[in-house]
């Protein structure tokens, strides 16, 4: 049983499109992390979010702490085929990140 | 590039077999991490090594085992492999926690 349940589990869409991706979980996190991970290659830290009701835009992608810090949102504007990959959350507690199974993200030329 | 280095890229074993994973933290970082990710599992937090002591354990087998050495490289062994252990194992440094950067992993086959 994941600590962190995210959903969709697969999301397609056509570029140009947008997208949103939930991470939510019974647990409080003191902080959340999102990932990036394309074919072939490690994780690629994102985001991390502390506080929360915080909001944070890295160009087309805002993320969102849940104010109870159990849950969070990606959300993608007008996707591009470059956004394509495995999109995982993570929560942190003391020294351990707790991976959701991710969002495998399909962004159609 | 993340910085850390994790050899070998892929491994192909037969069941019962005993393999080691090696790790290269980025320069300067203390703690390193490792995970198992399998399609069925995701991401699995194995075991965290600070400065040569271990700090942290989460699901990882009894068959497997960890160490970080002086000059902060790590490895893990996995021993009496089974089909089961076939995976990604990715290794992940940080300088302080929370903040991990990956290598692009192992990929274990076992037959």
């Known amino acids: 049983t994941q600590l962190l349940e995210q959903s969709p589990q697969f999301l397609s869409i056509q570029e140009g499109e947008n997208l949103t991706v939930y991470c939510n979980s019974s647990s409080v996190f003191s902080s959340l992390q999102w990932y990036r991970q394309e074919p072939g290659e490690g994780p690629v830290l994102l985001v991390t979010v502390v506080t929360g009701g915080e909001v944070k835009k890295l160009k087309r992608l805002t993320f969102q702490f849940g104010d109870a810090r159990k849950d969070s949102s990606l959300h993608i504007t007008a996707a591009q085929p470059g956004d394509t990959g495995l999109y995982l959350c993570a929560g942190v507690n003391d020294y351990k990140l707790s991976f959701g199974a991710g969002t495998t993200v399909t962004v159609r030329a | 590039d993340s910085g850390v280095t994790q050899t070998p890229k892929h491994l192909i074993t037969a069941t019962g077999q005993r393999v080691t994973l090696r790790c290269s933290p980025r320069?300067?970082?203390?703690?390193v991490y490792w995970y198992q990710q399998s399609l069925d599992q995701g991401l699995q937090f194995l075991i965290q090594?600070?400065?040569?002591?271990?700090?942290a354990k989460g699901n990882i087998l009894e068959r497997f085992s960890a160490q970080q050495f002086p000059d902060l490289h790590s490895e893990l062994n996995l021993s009496s492999l089974e089909l089961g252990d076939s995976a990604l194992y990715f290794c992940?440094?940080?300088?302080?926690?929370?903040?991990?950067?990956f290598g692009n992993g192992t990929r274990l086959t076992v037959t």
């Open positions: 992940a440094s940080s300088v302080d926690k929370g903040r991990l950067h």
């Open positions: 320069s300067g970082d203390l703690s």
């Open positions: 090594y600070y400065n040569g002591e271990e700090r």
